[in-house]
């Protein structure tokens, strides 16, 4: 193992951790912004954080996106998604164009078999 390998590991670990940190700190919000996903994956759409921050504006109007937080990182960890193969540069405000995953709901769970 190179030093390299032993700093990539330990920033995907400390990566996981504040993840794992803020869907804990953020819960409620972390819970809506995964049904909207849904919502939009059963309708057809691909999804992206960025969408999932769209609509929360849209639809909560005391929303700013801080609220959330890390707790975007876990969106999309259910079995429920698939990653589509396809990164897209963010739009959001301050992001300075980061790569997302476009994410889709799994075949098996837009057919009706999923409830939000």
């Known amino acids: 193992m190179t030093q390299l390998d032993l700093n990539l590991n330990r920033e995907v670990a400390a990566k996981e951790a504040g993840i794992a940190r803020a869907s ?8 809506i912004a995964k049904g909207i996903a849904v919502r939009l994956g059963i309708r057809g759409a691909i999804v992206t954080a960025d969408l999932v921050q769209v609509e929360l504006a849209r639809q909560y109007l005391r929303y700013k996106p801080l609220m959330l937080g890390n707790a975007a990182g876990a969106i999309f960890r259910s079995k429920v998604w698939e990653f589509t193969g396809r ?10 164009a980061n790569m997302i995953k ?6 098996s769970f837009s057919k009706g078999g999923l409830r939000c």
């Not at 990164?87 to 300075?96: E, H, I, Y």
């Not at 476009?102 to 075949?107: A, F, S, T």
Request: with cysteine.
């Open 87 to 96: 990164m897209v540069p963010s739009a959001r405000l301050g992001r300075k």
């Open 24 to 31: 804990r700190s953020r819960s409620e919000w972390l819970v």
């Open 102 to 107: 476009c994410w889709r709901l799994r075949e």
